[in-house]
């Protein structure tokens, strides 16, 4: 039988990836594309989303002759999006100014001033925490400022919706993606009034919304020709990057938790139906109509661990470094870290916090501030982990994914802190993968999103240390009560 192909096109924040795969999830090649930044002012972050889609053209391009694979074989192409990008384009959707990023916290005061008044009514509704990385929060900023672009846009769209009306000539956001707006009421599927009111925007000036699986119109002619395709390539619309990490590793269902450990981290797990968490330390952002992913995301993951790095001026390998934390023993002798050095979202949703090293006395070491930075990323990830309990109870798997699983200890810690076998990803490319399943399910080549759990490699398992577990478990309520008490100083 004749091997079938299928690929996954990740736009991400850092780069565009496409990555082809057969249909049975083995990796054939990928193409990568970095993204340029830009920092107008201070806590501003933007992309140019024409260098973005055309990456997109370039990595498909390149991925298919990387792959010399026949092309009568390659039966879909699925998209994996980052989240909470915003572009204010015109009638012809011309973007009237770069695109607007998730780590962008220029609406820091309006998130503050609106968490005193109708914020939590307006999260309960859209699951979405109320935070500068909202498209909905953005918006508030804009309307406030009267910015030019905001006035004269005449529509409001994310990195996804650009590339598939540049493509396909269609306006429609997923389910996930639009969840991610902060606008979406998730027990009515569609855009929110209040928070629309609030925005200054009309629900015309949104795409409209569809499932994960909807097969995309044929590619323009033009777009095909660059590629190098046919015009009648199946392309699926795909899902926000979260949601697909978790299909990826094939943490889909209930009790089933996927956690992302880059440079910034995340904690996430599939619910079925639309549960929020009432005390707003984590998010609900729909999949299907029936099912949901609850979690939270952290900017201080691995970020951390290279700030360490480069303020202690240490010039010898990332790896040596983390040596120097192995000979030092479970809680850093009494040292703790808070690592909020970026802001934060999860558990805290404040980009004003603040880092923190606990406990320093003359007798730590290096070895003791690089201990305390890994125990501190692992402890926020279980913060957040303990209000995703609260929603769906204990997890009973844990699989993990990125770049911070490349220290043993790290990973050890992880399994000591929740104390729970963790099972590492054997794939580097988990969103891309869930983009290529969701195309399969569109253009109806698989059953359903549960069987990619027949089509993932076996990784490697990590099993905890009982005792050390208990030591962690007394060093977590310190840890969660002194940033309890920090809180009252991030200004």
């Known amino acids: 039988m004749q091997t079938e192909y299928v690929i996954g ?13 057969d249909t049975k999830g083995q990796f054939i090649a990928e193409a990568e594309k970095l993204n340029t930044f830009y920092y107008p002012s201070p806590e501003w972050a933007e992309q140019d989303p024409e260098e973005i889609e055309k990456s997109a053209r370039m990595a498909l391009k390149e991925v298919i002759e990387k792959g010399k694979i026949d092309q009568n074989h390659l039966v ?32 820091s005061q309006q998130a503050e001033q609106l968490k005193q008044g109708k914020g939590k009514e307006i999260f309960l509704k859209t699951g979405a925490p109320i935070h500068p990385m909202t498209p909905f929060l953005k ?24 590339l598939i009306q540049k493509w396909f000539g269609e306006q429609i956001i997923d389910y996930s993606m639009a969840s991610a707006t902060g606008l979406l009421n998730i027990e ?44 009648d390539l199946p392309f699926v619309i795909g899902a926000a990057d979260g949601q697909l990490a978790n299909l990826g590793d094939g943490a889909i269902a209930p009790g089933e938790v996927a956690i992302s450990a880059g440079t910034s981290g995340a904690i996430r797990q599939f619910i079925r139906g639309a549960a929020v968490n009432e005390t707003e330390e984590t998010f609900t952002y729909l999949f299907t109509k029936d099912s949901s992913i609850i979690g939270g995301a952290t900017n201080n993951g691995g970020i951390t661990l290279q700030w360490l790095k480069d303020l202690l001026d240490y010039q010898g390998s ?40 606990y406990g320093l006395t003359i007798g730590h070491t290096r070895g003791h501030l690089v201990r305390a930075v890994l125990e501190g990323i692992v402890l926020n ?20 994914n990125g770049g911070l699983t490349k220290s043993p200890l790290w990973v050890q810690i992880l399994a000591d802190v929740f104390g729970q076998e963790i099972h590492l990803s054997d794939t580097p490319y988990s969103a891309a993968w869930g983009a ?12 359903s999103f549960e069987e990619i759990k027949d089509n993932l490699p076996a990784g490697k398992v990590i099993y905890p240390n009982p005792s050390q577990h208990e030591q962690y478990q007394r060093i977590f309520k ?3 009560r002194f940033g309890k008490d920090l809180a009252a100083y991030f200004i």
């Not at 905001?150 to 996804?160: D, F, G, L, R, V």
């Not at 023993?329 to 090293?357: D, V």
């Not at 399943?437 to 109806?444: D, F, I, K, Q, Y």
Request: hydrophobic share 40%; proline share 4%.
């Open 9 to 21: 096109l990740d736009l991400g924040t850092t780069s565009v990836k496409a990555v082809l795969f």
């Open 76 to 107: 879909a192409v699925g998209f994996s999006c980052a989240m909470h990008s915003l572009i204010c384009v015109d009638m012809q959707y011309q973007p009237l100014s770069k695109m607007v990023i998730w780590s962008d916290g220029r609406s």
């Open 139 to 162: 918006l508030l900023w804009m309307k406030e400022m009267k910015e030019e672009v905001y006035e004269k846009a005449t529509y409001y769209i994310s990195m996804q919706e650009y």
């Open 188 to 231: 009515k599927v569609d855009w929110e009034e209040e928070a629309l009111e609030l925005a200054g925007i009309r629900k015309e000036q949104l795409s409209k919304i569809v499932s994960p699986t909807t097969r995309l119109p044929h590619l323009k002619q033009e777009i095909a020709q660059e590629i190098g395709v046919s015009e």
């Open 318 to 357: 990332m790896e040596d470094l983390l040596l120097e934390a192995e000979a030092i023993e479970i809680g850093a002798e009494g040292l703790i870290f808070h690592p909020y050095i970026n802001g934060e979202r999860a558990p805290l949703w404040n980009q004003r916090a603040k880092g923190n090293f």
């Open 381 to 400: 990830l279980y913060q957040i982990g303990q209000s995703l309990e609260e929603l769906a109870g204990p997890p009973k798997k844990i699989c993990v």
């Open 436 to 447: 290529a399943w969701t195309a399969l399910v569109g253009v109806e080549k698989v059953d």
């Open 478 to 480: 310190r840890y969660e």
